[in-house]
Structure formats: structure tokens, C-alpha cells
């Protein structure tokens, strides 16, 4: 019965850890993808262009989608 009781007081630290993990990588994914999120539009061009002159590097931008569904190169 003693060992049984020193296992659980080592798995308490076990079930906590995963409750921070959870509740953690929640918080993160609620902040990144939640309500109010204004991905596009952010600025985040401003540090790609720095990110890609820093490398010495050629943007090639890509295009929108087909408004049809159906790709140009496929279609006859």
C-alpha cells in the first residue's frame, strides 16, 4: 500500500506538467489564429523585404489563384 501512494505523489508533477502544456500551447494557438487576428495587412512584408535583401536574395511573387477553379495551364 506504501508503494502505491509514492507512485501517485510522482505522477501528480506528470499531470501538471501536461496541464501547463496544454493550457500553454491553447494560449499560443488562440493568439495566433483567434478572434481579431489581422494576419493580412500586418506589416509582415516589410520584414520579409528586409529578410530577403539582407540575403542577397530575388522575391519572385507568386499569383493569385483562378477565380474558375480551374487552372489556366489546364485549361484547352
Do not use: W, Y
Not at 12 to 26: E, F, N, Q, S
Not at 69 to 74: A, V
Amino acid at each position: 500500500m506504501h508503494a502505491q501512494r509514492k507512485d501517485q505523489r510522482g505522477l501528480i508533477p506528470v499531470i501538471v506538467a501536461a496541464i501547463v502544456a496544454v493550457v500553454g500551447t491553447a494560449a499560443i494557438l488562440f493568439s495566433d489564429f483567434g478572434p481579431g487576428n489581422e494576419s493580412q495587412g500586418s506589416g509582415n512584408g516589410m520584414i520579409t523585404a528586409a529578410a530577403v535583401s539582407r540575403a542577397s536574395a530575388i522575391v519572385i511573387p507568386s499569383e493569385p489563384p483562378a477565380s474558375g477553379g480551374i487552372s489556366p495551364l489546364l485549361s484547352d
